[in-house]
């Protein structure tokens, strides 16, 4: 008895420790799960009462695009072209291939085609793409280091960001007893660079995954493609994750590629793995530069943000302000951790670094933040590192250094996810409006049952444009859209404005056919560029009126007929 007592004890015991380390896990990745669900339903729901998708302000302005390029999958040409290998077109500038990634979004409007309702269409799989991001942070920083904790704080560095942001706020708020309540009730973003003239980008909080939703999922491929290469996976299984990987998201590609690359020179026995999984590749990559523009001119732009004359002081600046104790624990955590990890993460995560700092990577500079916050999202795994490094460290010393150093390290932890807490709640106290009312509804009812799904249209608005949201083409989106994605939108308006501005019916009939455009929208408020020549327009009849909402359709057909 005694002896199966002795085996029984430390058999029981690790048990014990197995099934407390699986609760630990099962708990963390429903807590994952769940504010990954809540995040994305949270920012784009569907409003019973008025039986219309709502979408968080601060979201408003990305789903601009994003709608009418889900609807024209669900609802317009774009299906029936990815289903014939034609090129696809964005719904905001059609006539020529998109510039665009467009998996995830084909993805969404396919799920709304089979019948999903579009805010659930949306949600999960952005929330899916969310968690796998965050349970791929914490899986590629333990395959590292070996540390639980090292991955949890690699998690909540991603998730909470280290800016020096809460400074400003304290300058807005004065700290006081009313502190926290100042901080929950928050329902503006601190830092809003560079459109609130300030030092701090706007590209550090989790507002850049509930509006551009295929961003995590991009993330979290890229750190799975990484990872099963140093794990040696199958080639096979690397070029699938590769190759998906193209279609939701061009710079991530890219990004996943430098480590790759760097992976590939200093590390042979990669080198078959890697090589295969390019070849496995190719036919992707060959596919998508025939049906879709890839890439922009790449020009030379130094300092990303920086505002003022480029100095060694502003650039150091900026980026303490921007990433805070991040800038001293990130080349701390490289320092300390074993050679073997430096020699294959360090170099291309510098190039993350100094690429977008360097190079203007689309038309708006702006869309260089892709490459930084992937680089946080690395770089914050060797900031947990340090973190523990100097835990242990600390924890091993004698007389006052010990307690001076833990509560100095535990003070600049807090410091890394400050700014993080407090931008987590203009997300969560942020207002949410209908995209479509009863009156526009009606709009939106006529170009879906009235046109085709080829059909483009002349527009005389922008946002949330009827036709848009019946996954009709719109001659010319957004002009901010249209811009940054590369498209020659100078012409592409002054096109649109002699349509609008046409001085007879025989001049009118000629661009349209030249243009290839099908139907006129005019609104009673155009956008102000527009000037339309209402003497002619008020002259030739509409195909379509709304009283309520003043909005007048005309058919190409119906006017040009001889």
Not at 34 to 60: E, G, N, P, V
Not at 85 to 107: D, K, V
Not at 126 to 134: K, P, V
Request: hydrophobic letters at 50%.
């Amino acid at each position: 008895m005694k002896k199966l007592f002795r085996h029984w004890i430390p058999a029981y015991a690790g048990m014990t420790k197995i099934n407390a380390g699986m609760t630990i896990k099962i708990a963390g990745m429903t807590i994952a799960l769940s504010f990954s669900f809540y995040l994305m339903f949270h920012t784009f729901s569907f409003d019973k009462r008025t039986q219309s998708i709502t979408i968080a302000s601060k979201a408003w302005s990305d789903f601009g695009a994003h709608i009418p390029l889900i609807h024209s999958f669900s609802k317009g040409a774009n299906f029936n072209r990815l289903s014939l290998a034609q090129p696809i077109e964005s719904p905001l500038f059609p006539n020529e291939p998109i510039r665009y990634h467009f998996g995830f979004y084909s993805i969404v409007g396919l799920l709304e085609r089979l019948g999903m309702r579009l805010d659930y269409a949306v949600n999960i799989p952005s929330a899916l793409g969310f968690f796998l991001m965050l349970i791929m942070i914490f899986v590629f920083s333990y395959a590292l280091f070996s540390s639980t904790f090292v991955s949890i704080l690699s998690v909540l560095f991603t998730i909470f960001n280290g800016s020096l942001s809460f400074i400003r706020f304290f300058t807005d708020h004065p700290i006081s007893l009313n502190t926290p309540i100042d901080i929950i009730t928050n329902s503006k973003f601190t830092s809003f660079g560079p459109w609130d003239g300030g030092l701090i980008s706007a590209f550090w909080t989790l507002n850049i995954f509930t509006n551009q939703r295929h961003l995590a999922l991009a993330y979290g491929l890229s750190l799975l493609i990484i990872f099963m290469t140093l794990k040696k996976s199958k080639n096979i299984y690397i070029a699938l994750i590769i190759s998906i990987l193209l279609y939701i998201h061009f710079p991530a590609a890219l990004m996943a590629t430098i480590f790759l690359a760097w992976i590939f020179l200093v590390e042979k026995n990669t080198r078959s793995t890697l090589f295969y999984s390019a070849l496995w590749s190719l036919p992707t990559l060959f596919f998508l530069s025939h049906k879709v523009l890839i890439g922009s001119p790449i020009v030379v732009d130094y300092g990303y943000l920086i505002q003022g004359p480029l100095t060694i002081f502003s650039f150091l600046k900026y980026w303490f302000y921007n990433i805070g104790f991040h800038s001293i624990f990130i080349p701390l955590g490289i320092l300390f951790s074993p050679r073997s990890i430096r020699r294959l993460i360090a170099f291309p995560l510098l190039l993350l670094f100094i690429i977008p700092n360097v190079y203007r990577l689309s038309p708006d500079m702006i869309n260089n933040h892709k490459f930084f916050n992937f680089f946080m999202i690395i770089g914050s795994m060797f900031s947990a590192y340090a973190v523990v490094w100097f835990w242990k460290f600390f924890r091993k010393q004698i007389s006052l250094i010990r307690p001076i150093g833990l509560i100095s390290l535990i003070g600049i932890t807090f410091f890394l996810v400050f700014s993080g807490i407090i931008d987590l709640f203009p997300i969560i106290n942020d207002s949410r409006g209908s995209v479509v009312n009863s009156d526009k509804r009606q709009d939106i009812l006529f170009f879906e049952n009235h046109t085709n799904p080829n059909d483009v249209i002349a527009n005389s608005t922008w946002f949330y444009h009827p036709a848009s949201l019946a996954g009709r083409a719109i001659y010319s989106g957004y002009t901010y859209f249209t811009w940054s994605y590369g498209y020659n939108q100078g012409k592409r308006e002054q096109e649109l404005l002699s349509i609008y501005q046409a001085p007879n019916l025989s001049t009118l009939c000629s661009l349209l056919s030249t243009l290839t455009i099908s139907y006129v929208e005019l609104s009673k408020t155009p956008e102000e560029y527009i000037h339309p020549n209402l003497s002619l327009w008020n002259s030739i009849p509409a195909e379509y009126t709304n009283p309520d909402t003043f909005l007048r359709v005309y058919s190409k057909n119906t006017l040009c007929q001889n």
